[in-house]
């Protein structure tokens, strides 16, 4: 049994099922700081903040067919609020089938880049790329105008917040789709240049609105949370919110295991890059990881230090000014937040671990060698207990909102 000691504000009275040592405990309370955070300001979308446009986004993204005439599918489709935001799948379904999983957009909002290479720098840029990809909405950008002028309400609301909708969106005698993509650049080319950049305006603040509304998705509390503050506030009740098992599998996250060297904070996410060493799956190529996704985010229409952005400072964009590409990125991915994993199997960027089981096997033997790129040195085989590994599991468990 270990006693809490006074220094950290604690009472020496409660009882831990775990002996922790003084680095443990400091690192156990940072996975859960008495205030729960809020995602950070984003200066480069002035509606991130404003209700009124996460109610427009909310019910763009359930919206099936948002993309455009012919569309069928929502961001819903794939981010189900009762699949933890995400699909269940291995690879993504929209009119393709992808080599990606789909992560969960709850708790997105905290992230510097999104998508698992990185390759946006906010929310609002990364809603683009559904939009228009052939394998996801296979959509345009024109086409959500449209697909907006089309509905009343929603073009009321719109409206009210962003101004006049273009009027070359409500030309029905145009084709219903317009992008610089190939696939519908007949009819991007169709558009004059003011137009173009009226199209690109109003759909920069339609994904301004989703993404107004995705900064709302976030965890609640969880078990471990409650723990935790039974332990600041001595709560025998709250205190017991977290069972023995899972206690010893927070000490060896926290501890030998070394979990919190990139999965650490209240998201149990450094928002950084790592190589962690998968094998090659099946005949699918090894995908590049943060080195392309860098490439991407610089060539990126709807950065933040582009025109569509409401704050092109490099104050606002500091993140763009750190992205590292070289050899030691080559195949790393982003350390997702272990907040709700348990509801959102399959594991890992290409979904290739069935289950929370599986993944902590893989840590504990780290077998074979990655595709592309060298594993991080900093990770090595953890050599636990079949006990041991199920105790870590039941910890990344108690991460689940209540
Ligand atoms: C066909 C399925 C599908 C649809 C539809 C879809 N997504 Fe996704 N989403 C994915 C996949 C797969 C990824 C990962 C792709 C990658 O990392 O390159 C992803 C990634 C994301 C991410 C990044 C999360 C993170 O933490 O990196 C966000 C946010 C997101 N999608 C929001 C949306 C929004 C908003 C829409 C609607 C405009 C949408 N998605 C439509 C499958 C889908
Ligand atoms: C070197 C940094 C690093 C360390 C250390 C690390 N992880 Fe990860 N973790 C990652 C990255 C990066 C990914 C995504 C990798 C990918 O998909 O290619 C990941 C993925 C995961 C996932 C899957 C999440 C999802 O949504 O698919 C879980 C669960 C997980 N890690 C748990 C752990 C546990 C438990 C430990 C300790 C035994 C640990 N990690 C140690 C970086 C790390």
Redesign the pocket.
Known sequence: MGIISLAFGLSSMMQLSVELTENELRAMLSLSPPQAPAPRPKPTNVFADNPDAAKLGEKLFFLEGLAGEGTTQSCASCHNPELGWSDGLQFAIGDGVGTL?T?AVRNAAFNNFVF?DGSADSLWAQAAQPIESPIEMHGSRYGVLRTISSDEELLSEWQSLFGQMPAVAQDLTRAPHAAPNEEFSAGWRALTEENRLAVNTAFAKTLKAIAAFERTVVSGKSNFDLFVEGLRTEDEELSKALSPQAQRGMKL?VGE???I???FGPLLSDGQ??N?G?EPYKDIPPAIGRPGGIEKVRLDLFNGRNQFSDDTSWKANGQMLYMISNEHTVG?????S?RD?AA?AP????GRFKT?EE??EF?NLLPGFPGVGHR?E??NR?LLSDEQLAE?VAF?KSLSSL
């Open positions: 999983n992560p698992w996250f295991a070394n979990c060297s990139c999965h890059f790592h962690i998968l790393a991915m982003k350390t997702p272990l994993v959102t594991y890992m960027h290409d929370l993944v902590v840590y991080e900093t990770l953890l870590l990344i």
